[in-house]
Nanobody
Framework: QVHLVESGGGLVQAGGSLRLSCAASVSIASITFNSMGWYRQAPGKQRELVAVISSGGSTNYGDSVKGRFTISRDNAKNTVYLQGNSLKPEDTAVYYC???????????????WGQGTQVTVSS
């Protein structure tokens, strides 16, 4: 019912910036998004939280990106953004968009993931 499409990844030099976008296409009109966020997974490592934002605008960041990354969302467009500054080589990973949502009549929320977008930070 929810399809997430990420964009904005690529190659960035250390110290540079990037902006990722994730647009959600919805097939059920009554769907509301509880939260939208970004996770990342580097080779050989577990997927980790980057940032998440609630429908009300509350945010939570992974310790490794606090002060450097900013998450925002446009509820009217069902889109979430991730602005990353002062990038480091250790930020290199596949970044995945995530959304938790619920439709009228559902007893539980559901989760969708995007296909991922590669971010590579060169030193």
């Amino acid at each position: 019912q929810v399809h997430l499409v990420e964009s904005g990844g690529g190659l960035v030099q250390a110290g540079g910036s990037l902006r990722l976008s994730c647009a959600a296409s919805v097939s059920i009109a009554s769907i509301t998004f509880n939260s939208m966020g970004w996770y990342r997974q580097a080779p050989g490592k577990q997927r980790e939280l980057v940032a998440v934002i609630s429908s009300g605008g509350s945010t939570n960041y992974g310790d490794s990106v606090k002060g450097r990354f900013t998450i925002s969302r446009d509820n009217a467009k069902n889109t979430v953004y991730l602005q990353g500054n002062s990038l480091k080589p250790e930020d290199t990973a596949v970044y995945y968009c995530n959304a938790e949502y619920k439709a009228t009549g559902w007893t539980m929320t559901r989760t969708s993931w995007g296909q991922g977008t590669q971010v590579t930070v060169s030193s």
